[in-house]
């Protein structure tokens, strides 16, 4: 069964406080790596695609990182800007359906 | 460029009602998917619409069923409403399956 598992399930850092986001999945196939931002009361924000093992994504304060069975989100200097759940889906081969982890809310203290 | 746009933002209904939640994609996207969202939950996949036609649904029964329209808004209707469909209901559209999906703000559904 395909399913993608999110790490930790809560973080709380302080501002500058370097950290990194876990999320393994185990998929028939892969189309396609995607992390997102979501606000309370709001719908997810995209912020990377990753497609390939060994493709790394930067923005920002942001870095996302993929292997063959898991995929990293770092955060550097973190601000309290920054506090947010993050979410990763990915599409499995040829399925059309996106699958997402139960993400990770991260919390980021002044 | 106007992002993805969802319609009402809440909602309140009781059980064994039918709701219309509505959707305008992000100009020139093609590509139209629903997910449903409970509290503290990911985003869980209904259905996805491409050109007007049902392409992809996840494990939703039959009274999860939906429609687009030739400008690509769509709508995300489900009948006989129960307790557990309480969530955010989300619209994302995207230019193709294999690109990044954009997404509304989704609708805040409650059963009483």
């Known amino acids: 069964e395909d399913q993608v598992t999110q790490s930790p399930e809560a973080l709380r850092l302080q501002e500058g406080e370097s950290s990194s986001l876990n999320c393994s999945y185990t998929v028939s196939g892969l189309r396609g790596l995607f992390w997102y931002r979501q606000d309370p009361g709001k719908g997810p924000e995209f912020l990377f695609t990753?497609?390939?093992a060994g493709e790394e994504k930067e923005k920002e304060r942001l870095k996302a990182t993929l292997t063959k069975k898991e995929s990293f989100l770092h955060i550097t200097a973190p601000k309290p800007e920054d506090s947010a759940t993050y979410l990763c889906a990915v599409d499995p081969s040829g399925t059309y359906k996106y699958i997402f982890g139960t993400g990770t809310r991260l919390k980021v203290l002044a | 460029e106007t992002g993805v746009t969802q319609s009402p933002t809440h909602l309140i209904k009781t059980r064994g009602q039918q709701v219309t939640l509505r959707c305008s994609s992000q100009s020139g996207h093609n590509t139209v998917s629903w997910y449903q969202q409970a509290l503290g939950q990911g985003p869980q996949f209904i259905f996805q619409?491409?050109?007007?036609?049902?392409?992809g649904r996840g494990n939703f029964p039959p009274r999860f069923s939906g429609l687009q329209f030739p400008n690509y808004s769509s709508e995300l209707n489900v009948n006989a409403l129960e307790l557990d469909d309480s969530a955010l209901y989300l619209c994302?559209?995207?230019?193709?399956?294999?690109?990044?999906?954009?997404f509304g703000d989704g609708t805040r559904l409650s059963i009483l």
């Open positions: 990753l497609y390939s």
């Open positions: 619409y491409y050109r007007e036609e049902e392409n």
């Open positions: 994302a559209s995207s230019l193709g399956s294999n690109q990044p999906q954009h």
